[in-house]
């Protein structure tokens, strides 16, 4: 049942981001065709980001209240960036389909060569992508349930709770902190806050596993294009026993010089649509010594200036920003996990007194 289940999200036409561009489609941020089916969407992404507005809402109705700050605090900062996620999706919606059908046409082009070092590259890093968004999915569907549920569980199982809130000494748990304009002390209105807030943060879950999922199977498609592009680059005059001849050794090394122009072009049309961290600016040193690898010593004096253009050209760090304020090395994506830590400590302390 399961695998008849991750069967249908698999598509020929996209070997490698099928899964990933079907659950996009599916929660609505890569827009249908179909008229009604790309309002629907939008409307309803729209409505979400609507809701994101009344966190903070009710963040600066109760700006003097650091307990119900804090609380808000834990959702709307999540919120905001799904949030960005879909608007930038919707807003470069255009580059979004290039780098898809960029991605794909390269991975099917590598699939459909007979080297089979390239393949069986190709094959481990598909397995990779496909286990890191299925357990990605799973983890973030879970920990969404918990949070819908929690208000619900609580509720059930705690009678001094239903007591204290009967009474007025405590108020109803909400599934994430909003702004409403009627009262929230009133079980039926509660009730109908608690199913909208549901369906927000039901959204929000498809959100973060549909674009999270699919920009790290990119980055995935990334490292597998510089490692298979070192290889193709040490078989540009064939090996000792197979040597290739000048037209085709030049052939090989202009199919080096397009798919890394393409490669650049593509990264940094990625870039400018999402900061991501990981650090590929590593594995792009590592492509310079794909030439050297090569025979380029028993190759004519031209081919071995054309390798010397090919190296140069490789010769570019490729490096991912956070916008305009600074490049994701090792060090600031560590300054980003003392940062995580530190607010994870003052909301742990907050909850505890």
Not at 1 to 27: C, H, Q, S
Not at 145 to 155: G, S
Request: proline share 3%.
């Amino acid at each position: 049942m399961l695998n008849n289940f991750l069967n249908k999200l698999e598509d020929p036409e996209n070997p490698l981001l099928g899964p990933n561009i079907k659950a996009l489609k599916f929660w609505g941020l890569l827009l249908h065709k179909q008229k009604f089916r790309r309002f629907l969407d939008i409307f309803l992404n729209v409505s979400v980001v609507f809701f994101v507005v009344t966190e903070y809402i009710d963040l600066w109705l109760n700006r003097n209240d650091s307990d119900l700050v804090l609380e808000n605090l834990k959702s709307s900062m999540s919120s905001t960036s799904n949030a960005l996620k879909v608007v930038t999706m919707y807003i470069w919606q255009k580059r979004w389909h290039e780098i898809n059908d960029y991605v794909n046409r390269a991975d099917k082009y590598q699939r459909s060569t007979s080297n089979l070092a390239n393949k069986t590259i190709i094959n481990k890093y598909t397995r990779y992508s496909r286990k890191i968004t299925y357990v990605y999915w799973c983890l973030i569907f879970f920990t969404g349930m918990v949070v819908i549920l929690q208000p619900l569980l609580k509720y059930a199982l705690s009678s001094s709770y239903r007591y204290n809130v009967k009474n007025g000494t405590e108020r109803y748990v909400e599934v994430v902190r909003s702004w409403v304009p009627f009262d929230k002390t009133n079980f039926n209105n509660y009730i109908a806050i608690s199913l909208f807030q549901s369906y927000a943060t039901i959204i929000g879950i498809g959100w973060v596993t549909s674009f999270d999922t699919h920009v790290v199977v990119i980055l995935v498609f990334f490292r597998v294009e510089l490692e298979v592009l070192r290889n193709d680059c040490k078989d540009i005059f064939g090996s000792s026993e197979s040597p290739a001849n000048e037209d085709e050794s030049f052939q090989r090394l202009k199919d080096c010089h397009r798919r890394y122009n393409e490669f650049i072009r593509y990264t940094r049309m990625f870039n400018s649509c999402v900061s991501p961290v990981m650090l590929i600016y590593v594995l792009s040193k590592e492509l310079m010594k794909g030439p050297y690898e090569s025979n380029w010593w028993a190759s004519s004096a031209s081919r071995q200036k054309d390798v010397c253009i090919l190296i140069h050209q490789f010769n570019k760090t490729i490096v991912f920003t956070a916008g305009p304020f600074t490049e994701l090395t090792v060090a600031t994506f560590l300054s980003i996990l003392k940062g995580a830590y530190s607010y994870y400590t003052i909301l742990s302390q907050s909850k505890n007194n």
